[in-house]
């Protein structure tokens, strides 16, 4: 008999085998331009550009001052307001009619006038007035500029009575927990890793493994002794490491560079990270036996798993204000829930007590995603 | 051993539905014979060779290929057989070395014969510099030739081949005819779906499929004697008109 397959110990040729397939999808990967920049280019990019550009803070906000009063109480105000980080004193106004023109100009987002005598009229009728203008084609802007001024002023009028006792006062007391200083960042740290890892995961094996399909060599593939099974764990288990990878270079950017904290177990953010990718595995996994070619994929992937991710799982937009429909169906999205047990993890430093719930429900989704994609590659080969 | 048929199929049929793809279709083929499996495209060639190489479930029917049952042993047919597609699927951004040390791998080829083979197969095909290229940027005539080695590379005893010569040139094809010959000559079995006619007169036997169904099934010499024709493309033409 020619045939050269040798009998000895079936484990260690079946490693082979295995290490063998692994090697060539690195090829595959580390030999295109477009899958090196998905995968290593992008986290990076999109973790500077939503830690540092797309900010709900304001920070250096270029303001006008109209002074009618022009006395050492306005002088004192204006003082506090522009030794803050968030303000920059741009322009000082002389007349009503150049407020609207300074706006229209685009220049500055807020105009803070004050009332002529207001030191006298503080003294004499304990009460003087400072308009704030805002340009309110930003909303956001205009009302966190309104809420900063707003605390600048109250600061200062503690100061102003330190001394009198009111007769009644309530005093809301307010503390901002795992957040004091409402950093965004923290917010988008724990998006941007969603983000990536169902990229990485879902979009990237769902593209490689269609891949396969158009060039034919799946066919090969599924005549040659592997199994289907180890066909697509073949093709899936590099983009785990990749995640892995991604997952940690998104931790230690927004650690080191936004100063990230990570009060939680550095364990538990790992193997909940590895849960969330390997359902997002199981979901290209799906989507590349729905879709014959890397465009089908690519297409699904976008609109059915990173849109939803974006828009829907509270990463940007808190899920509690959504309409009902949506959201309950924010809760059919695995981001969502590994947003909640990110944000746990990583600010609250909260265990698995607190987010065993989160944690079943992501495990019960990944299950149903493998499920349903063994099915559908089962009636492909029947 | 020797005139004992590697490849029995009886009444293999393939249902979608209410539509028979494949219909109660018959045949067998012998050891280190040239089979050509033709038929027009939807005839259901494709469907019944899939079924052949264990990637698609017959609805009924009995077949055994190298001696294992399609139902009961797709497994160890796949060890047995060899597989080249229409598409020549090799991977165009791995190295002609590469590709044969993925494909030798997945058939669970040691390191050594491997590396053996690798260099046996670039002599016989005249590219010993190409070693190191990719694939993708080989000439078609000689992409095709390597996929139809590395389908070899394990030394199956048949080997399935899904219309090889689509898209190459006249040249090319006689080319590769020839190496079909040789692996033939070298006790290989050859099965081939085409539908160029000229090339099923290369095969010892063809069967003609129209419709699902194995309409005409002998050499292409007693075929033409029976339909009373010169050329495979006139019995073809016939079959196919119902006559």
């Known amino acids: 008999m020619p045939y050269m397959v040798q009998k000895t110990n079936r484990k260690e040729f079946k490693m082979k085998k295995f290490k063998g397939f692994i090697k060539k999808e690195f090829y595959h990967i580390f030999r295109d331009k477009r899958s090196l920049f998905i995968l290593f280019g992008m986290p990076i990019a999109q973790i500077l550009l939503f830690g540092y550009a797309v900010t709900n803070e304001i920070n250096n906000v270029n303001i006008a001052i109209f002074d009618k009063a022009n006395d050492a109480q306005s002088e004192k105000i204006i003082q506090n307001i522009s030794a803050s980080n968030y303000f920059n004193i741009e322009q000082i106004i002389y007349n009503e009619a150049d407020i609207e023109k300074s706006f229209k100009k685009g220049k500055v987002k807020a105009v803070l006038v004050f009332e002529p005598k207001l030191a006298k009229k503080l003294t004499k009728d304990n009460k003087a007035n400072i308009q704030v203008i805002t340009d309110a084609t930003e909303p956001n802007t205009a009302t966190t500029i309104i809420n900063y001024v707003s605390v600048i002023l109250q600061k200062i009028q503690m100061n102003l009575n330190k001394d009198i006792k009111m007769p009644y006062q309530i005093k809301a007391q307010t503390r901002m927990l795992y957040n004091p200083e409402l950093k965004s960042v923290f917010m988008f740290v724990p998006g941007v890793m969603t983000i990536i890892l169902m990229l990485v995961s879902a979009m990237m094996t769902s593209i490689s493994i269609t891949r396969e399909k158009e060039i034919g060599t799946m066919e090969i593939l599924l005549v040659s002794p592997l199994k289907p099974f180890q066909v697509i764990l073949g093709k899936v288990f590099p983009y785990i490491f990749l995640s892995i990878f991604n997952a940690l270079v998104i931790v230690v950017i927004g650690y080191f560079v936004f100063r990230m904290p990570l009060e939680g177990s550095y364990f538990l953010l790992g193997l909940e990270s590895v849960l969330f990718i390997v359902s997002a595995l199981s979901l290209g996994v799906l989507i590349s036996t729905i879709s014959n070619t890397q465009q089908t994929a690519m297409m699904i992937s976008l609109m059915g798993l990173l849109l939803p991710v974006i828009l829907l799982s509270g990463f940007i937009f808190p899920i509690e204000s959504m309409p009902r429909p949506l959201q309950i169906f924010s809760n059919i999205i695995p981001a969502t829930w590994y947003i909640i047990i990110l944000k746990g993890i990583m600010l609250k430093g909260v265990g698995i007590a607190y987010l065993w719930k989160e944690t079943l429900v992501l495990i019960g989704m990944t299950i149903f995603f493998i499920a349903l994609s063994i099915r559908n590659y089962k009636i492909r080969l029947e | ?243």
């Open chain 2, 1 to 243: 051993m020797k005139d004992q048929n590697i490849i029995q199929v009886k009444n293999l049929t393939k249902k979608y539905g209410d539509f028979f793809a494949v219909n109660e279709i018959s045949f067998h083929v012998k050891k280190g014979e040239i089979f050509g499996f033709l038929g027009a495209n939807g005839a259901g060639k494709t469907t019944a060779m899939k079924m052949l190489i264990g990637i698609s479930k017959p609805t009924y029917g009995e077949a055994t290929v190298a001696g294992f049952d399609v139902f009961k042993n797709p497994e160890k047919i796949k060890k047995n057989i060899g597989y080249m597609s229409q598409k020549f699927a090799l991977y165009d951004d791995l190295t002609v070395n590469e590709n044969i040390i993925f494909f030798g791998g997945i058939y669970g080829l040691k390191r050594k014969i491997i590396k053996h083979k690798t260099k046996e197969l670039l002599s016989y095909l005249g590219i010993e510099e190409l070693g190191k290229t990719l694939v993708g940027s080989l000439p078609l005539g000689v992409k095709q030739k390597l996929a139809f080695s590395i389908a070899l590379i394990h030394e199956p005893k048949i080997v399935f081949l899904d219309e090889p010569t689509g898209g190459v040139d006249p040249i090319t094809r006689r080319q590769f005819w020839e190496m079909i010959y040789e692996k033939a000559h070298q006790g290989t079995t050859i099965f081939v779906t085409t539908h160029y006619m000229d090339e099923a007169e290369y095969c010892d036997r063809v069967s003609i499929m129209v419709t699902g169904k194995i309409e005409a099934l002998d050499t292409p010499k007693k075929l033409k004697e029976i339909y009373k024709v010169d050329s495979m493309n006139e019995v073809f033409l016939k079959l196919a008109r119902g006559e």
